[in-house]
């Protein structure tokens, strides 16, 4: 039994390492937006705004939200473009899975849109709604040591990000390896018994 247990702790330690989300701040709380508001701040801390200035922090409360979020169109309603992005470090040719909580207001007749983009170039997912707080996730690999995500407002007045999250993929051989790994030392321990 004891064995066991250690085998189900390798494993689980295993997908534990490759379930850390490699983005700064992805669920902006690092700042303080103030509860029930929404401020123009100078900075979001792990992210560049683009253009500087836009962006809006969210403040739980605001617009129903549960926890503090950025609203992409901020003070540039009704604009396309406008939003933030991160450098994230990255392994060429390793796959990440990205997710994100998307809101665009559709309640409130401003419905807005996110557009998710890598690199610059590669659009990921076009004009994201989210008519309550929506759960995305899409998959993309990597080109190089650093892989740029951009976020950005696909026109209207709310464009609302949250748990934005990038993790590393395992591939189904490490995982394969990793299973044969522990069953070889669930063998060896009854060998030696």
Do not use: C
């Not at 409360?61 to 470090?89: C, K, R």
């Amino acid at each position: 039994m004891k064995s066991v247990l250690s085998v189900l702790s390798l494993l689980s330690i295993a997908g534990v390492a490759s379930a850390s989300s490699i983005v700064t701040n992805g669920n902006f709380e690092a700042d303080n937006y103030g509860l029930g508001g929404h401020v123009v701040p100078t900075t979001v801390t792990g992210w560049t705004q683009a253009p500087s200035g836009v962006v809006a922090g969210i403040g739980a409360g605001y617009l129903n939200a549960p926890s503090q979020e950025v609203d992409l169109s901020g003070v540039a309603d009704n604009t396309s473009g406008t939003g933030m992005y991160q450098d994230l470090a990255t392994v060429a040719g390793q796959t990440y899975s990205l997710s994100l909580d998307v809101y665009t207001g559709g309640d409130l007749g401003h419905a807005g849109g996110v557009d998710v983009r890598i690199d610059n170039n590669a659009l990921l997912a076009t004009n994201l709604q989210g008519f309550t707080r929506t759960p995305y996730s899409m998959l993309f690999t990597a080109s190089s040591s650093s892989t740029r995500l951009s976020l950005t407002s696909n026109h209207g007045n709310v464009s609302h990000i949250d748990n934005v999250s990038v993790q590393a993929v395992p591939e189904p051989a490490t995982m394969a390896a990793l299973g044969v790994g522990a069953l070889g030392l669930l063998r060896r321990r009854r060998s030696a018994k």
